[in-house]
């Protein structure tokens, strides 16, 4: 069966993690959990590195393999750590058909920079609060 009808099929039941994970070639993910941040101007959080471990735990039994699964807690979630995982390890070992997961546990900021509409950041451990578009991850596609 084509993945297409694969997935036309979810319409009458649910899927176990096998059939899904048979509609991919391969499963990848980016697991990012930041509870204290490098600058003490962000504020630091209670649960976020346990949440990303309970999440890349999650994902292995749902059939992405440990081995694939990248998580980076705290000041290893670095901006740079998490930009060279993203575009650079992941650009080179995924194929079309492979699914992606990325999960951040950690602050997010919005700006409104004049004239020019707001726009999300994602924190990373090494964040400036006062140079975001520079220090942080944007959530614009680009």
């Given amino acids: 069966m ?9 319409v009458t ?17 980016v697991v990012v959990g930041i509870d204290k941040y490098q600058s ?3 504020r630091p959080l209670a649960c976020a590195t346990s949440n990303a ?4 735990e999650a994902i292995v039994q749902l059939g992405f393999p440990p081995d694939h699964v ?7 979630a670095s901006k740079q ?3 060279r995982l993203l575009k650079s390890v992941l650009y080179h070992n995924t194929r079309p058909d492979d699914r992606l997961l990325f999960f951040f546990a ?12 707001s726009e999300g950041f994602l924190l990373p451990w ?17």
């Fill in 2 to 10: 084509s993945n297409l009808r694969q997935r036309d099929n979810l």
């Fill in 40 to 42: 003490e101007a962000i």
């Fill in 70 to 76: 990248f998580k980076r807690l705290n000041e290893e």
């Fill in 81 to 83: 750590e998490i930009e």
């Fill in 126 to 142: 090494d964040a400036d609060p006062n140079d975001l578009p520079y220090t942080a991850l944007s959530m614009m596609m680009r």
């Fill in 106 to 117: 950690g602050h997010g900021k919005t700006e409104e920079p004049t004239g020019a509409g």
């Fill in 13 to 29: 039941g649910s899927p176990g993690p096998s059939q899904i994970a048979g509609w991919y070639t391969d499963s990848w993910a």
């Fill in 53 to 56: 471990l309970r999440v890349a």
